[in-house]
C-alpha cells in the first residue's frame, strides 16, 4: 500500500505540474499547439489515473475494515469504471498523438491549416468514447458473468492501442529516415524534434504498459492467469499495476529532459511558489 500511495502521490504531482506548465507558458504552446493540447489532455489523463488508484487503495482499506456498510457495491461500481477509463483514456490519448504526428510528418501544410476547434472535438471524443467502453466493460462483467467476454474485449482494446502506436511511428521513422532532408528548416524542423520527443515519450511508455497488455489478453488471461495461485495472481497483478502507473509519472520526466522550453517553464513555476 505504500508503495502504491508513494506512487499515485507522485502521478498527481508532476502531472498537476506538467498541466499547470504548459497551460501558462504561452511560448510552449504556440510552438505546436494542437500537440501541446494532445499533451495536456494525455497530462490530465495521467494525472486523474494516480488520483483514482489512491482512491482504490483507500476504498481497499475500507472495505476490509468494513467501512462503506451496505454501499460497498455502489462505491466499486464507480472505483471499476474509473480504474477503467483513466488509463485507457492515457493510452488512447497516445495514440490520438502519434496518429497526429503521422498527420503532421506526411501532410506538414495540411496539418497546419486543421482549426483547432477540430482537436478539441477530438479530444472531448476520446474521453466521451473510453468512458463508454469503460462502462460497457462493466456492464458485461455485471450481466454476462462471463469473463470470457470481459477479456476479449478489453484484451482487443489494450492491443489495438500499441498496435496502432507502433505501425504510425515506423512509419514516421522511415519517412524522416528517407524522406527529403532539405525540408527540415523552420517549423519543419521543430516539427521533426516534436515527433522525435514524444516517440521517446511513448516508446517508454509502451514499455511499461506491456505487462499489464500481455496479462489482459484473452488467450494469457483465461489460460495462463487461471492456472495461478491466488499469491502469485495477486502478486502479478499488483507488479502489473505497479509498472502501468510508472508511465503516468514517467512523461514529466522525459518532458524535463527533452523539452528546454517546459524545463524553463516548470522553473519559473516552482520558483513563484511560497
Known amino acids: 500500500m505504500v508503495v502504491g500511495l508513494t506512487e499515485s502521490v507522485t502521478i498527481l504531482a508532476l502531472n498537476s505540474l506538467t498541466v499547470i506548465a504548459f497551460y501558462r507558458d504561452r511560448n510552449l504552446r504556440k510552438r505546436s499547439t494542437v500537440?501541446?493540447?494532445?499533451?495536456?489532455s494525455l497530462a490530465v489523463a495521467d494525472m486523474l489515473s494516480g488520483g483514482i488508484s489512491a482512491f482504490d487503495l483507500f476504498?481497499?482499506?475500507?472495505?476490509?475494515?468494513n467501512l462503506w456498510g451496505h454501499d460497498t457495491e455502489y462505491w466499486y461500481d464507480?472505483?471499476?469504471v474509473?480504474?477503467?477509463?483513466?488509463?485507457?483514456?492515457?493510452?488512447t490519448n497516445m495514440t490520438v498523438i502519434s496518429l497526429e504526428r503521422l498527420n503532421?510528418?506526411?501532410?506538414?501544410?495540411?496539418?497546419r491549416t486543421i482549426k483547432k476547434s477540430v482537436y478539441w472535438v477530438l479530444i472531448i471524443a476520446v474521453w466521451l468514447t473510453t468512458l463508454l467502453f469503460s462502462y460497457a466493460l462493466l456492464m458485461i462483467s455485471h450481466y454476462t458473468?462471463?469473463?470470457d467476454y470481459f477479456y476479449?474485449?478489453?484484451?482487443?482494446?489494450n492491443s489495438i492501442c500499441p498496435l496502432v502506436i507502433c505501425v504510425s511511428y515506423v512509419f514516421i521513422f522511415v519517412k524522416l529516415r528517407f524522406g527529403d532532408q532539405h525540408r527540415h528548416h523552420g517549423a519543419a524542423n521543430r516539427e521533426r524534434k516534436l515527433t522525435v520527443m514524444l516517440f521517446s515519450v511513448t516508446s517508454f511508455s509502451l514499455l511499461l504498459c506491456l505487462p499489464y497488455v500481455v496479462t489482459t489478453f484473452p488467450t494469457f488471461a483465461l489460460k495462463f492467469l487461471r492456472s495461478l495461485s491466488n499469491t502469485a495472481l495477486f502478486r502479478l497483478a499488483q507488479s502489473s499495476t505497479i509498472l502501468l502507473y510508472a508511465n503516468c509519472f514517467l512523461n514529466p520526466i522525459?518532458?524535463?529532459?527533452?523539452m528546454p522550453g517546459f524545463r524553463r517553464a516548470l522553473k519559473i513555476l516552482c520558483h513563484q511558489q511560497p
Open 35 to 40: 500537440s501541446t493540447y494532445l499533451v495536456i
Open 59 to 65: 476504498y481497499d482499506v475500507g472495505e476490509m475494515c
Open 78 to 80: 464507480i472505483s471499476a
Open 82 to 91: 474509473l480504474l477503467l477509463w483513466f488509463p485507457d483514456c492515457s493510452l
Open 104 to 111: 503532421a510528418t506526411f501532410w506538414p501544410f495540411r496539418h
Open 145 to 147: 458473468h462471463k469473463e
Open 152 to 157: 476479449y474485449a478489453l484484451g482487443s482494446f
Open 254 to 258: 522525459l518532458y524535463t529532459m527533452r
